[in-house]
C-alpha cells in the first residue's frame, strides 16, 4: 500500500521568514495530494491540494510543487506569521475523496 | 460555514465495554469516513461508508469495528469490546464527491480506554 514520509517533524522559524515541508510517497497511482493544517484541538482542515496534471500550485501565501518522477511534493509558507504555528500534514490519495495516506506531520512554530 | 460535528468529546471506557463515537457530516455529502490518530502518531485511515454501505475498510477496521448511517444524519463508527490500543483521537470526514472533493474533517473525539 501507500507510504508517505513527511519531513521535517518540527520546524522553527522566525515570523516573515519561509516555511518548507516535504513529503515523498510509494505509491506511483497516487495522483492527489492534499495539505491539512491543525491547530490544537481541532480537527485537520485541507489548505491546498494538487493534483497530478500540474507541477505547482500558489494560493496566496502558501504554494505546493509536486515531482511525480521523484514521488515528492513539497509545501512552501512565504511571509510566515504566527498564525500559521500548527500542525501541518500531506496526505495522497488515488483521487481526491478517496482514503488518505497521511504524513506524520510537521509542527511548525513561528516565532514572533 | 457548514461543518461536521462529533460527539463526545472525550471518552474515557474500560477495556472490553463496547463504545459508539457520534458524528454528523455536512448535510449534502455522500461520502463518509473514519480516521484515527494515536497519539504521537500518523492519522490512519479506518473506513469509507458511501451509500450505505462500506466502501474501503483498513486492515485496522476489524470485526470489533462497525459504521452505520442509522437515520440519514448521523454517521456512527461502534466498537464493540474496547482494547487498551484503542485509545485514540478519531476522525470523522465527509465528502461531497468522490473524485474531485475535498474531505471536511470533524474536530474528533478523544478515546481513552483504561
Known amino acids: 500500500g501507500e507510504n508517505v514520509e513527511q519531513h521535517p517533524s518540527t520546524l522553527s522559524v522566525q515570523e516573515g521568514d519561509s516555511a518548507v515541508i516535504k513529503c515523498t510517497y510509494s505509491?506511483?497511482?497516487?495522483?492527489?495530494f492534499p495539505w491539512y493544517k491543525q491547530e490544537l484541538g481541532k480537527g485537520p482542515q485541507l489548505i491546498i491540494d494538487?493534483?497530478?496534471?500540474?507541477g505547482e500550485k500558489k494560493d496566496q501565501r502558501i504554494a505546493v510543487t509536486l515531482n511525480k518522477t521523484a514521488k515528492h511534493f513539497s509545501l512552501h509558507i512565504t511571509e510566515t506569521q504566527p498564525e500559521d504555528s500548527a500542525v501541518y500534514f500531506c496526505?495522497?490519495?488515488?483521487?481526491?475523496?478517496?482514503?488518505?495516506?497521511f504524513g506524520g506531520g510537521t509542527r511548525v512554530l513561528v516565532k514572533p | 460555514e457548514p461543518e461536521v460535528t462529533q460527539t463526545p468529546s472525550h471518552q474515557v471506557t474500560q477495556m472490553g465495554q463496547e463504545v459508539i463515537l457520534r458524528c454528523v457530516p455536512i448535510?449534502?455529502?455522500?461520502?463518509f469516513y473514519w480516521y484515527r490518530q494515536i497519539l504521537g502518531q500518523k492519522v490512519e485511515f479506518l473506513v469509507s461508508?458511501?451509500?450505505?454501505?462500506?466502501?474501503?475498510k483498513s486492515e485496522i477496521f476489524d470485526d470489533q469495528f462497525s459504521v452505520e448511517r442509522p437515520d440519514g444524519s448521523n454517521f456512527t463508527l461502534k466498537i464493540r469490546s474496547t482494547k487498551l490500543e484503542d485509545s485514540a483521537m478519531y476522525f470523522c470526514?465527509?465528502?461531497?464527491?468522490?473524485?474531485?472533493?475535498?474531505?471536511?474533517f470533524g474536530e474528533g473525539s478523544r478515546l481513552t480506554v483504561l
Open positions: 461508508f458511501y451509500n450505505n454501505e462500506i466502501s474501503e
Open positions: 496526505a495522497a490519495s488515488k483521487a481526491a475523496g478517496n482514503k488518505l495516506t
Open positions: 494538487i493534483r497530478s496534471n500540474v
Open positions: 448535510s449534502n455529502h455522500l461520502y
Open positions: 470526514a465527509s465528502s461531497g464527491r468522490s473524485g474531485t472533493g475535498e474531505l471536511f
Open positions: 505509491d506511483s497511482a497516487s495522483n492527489y
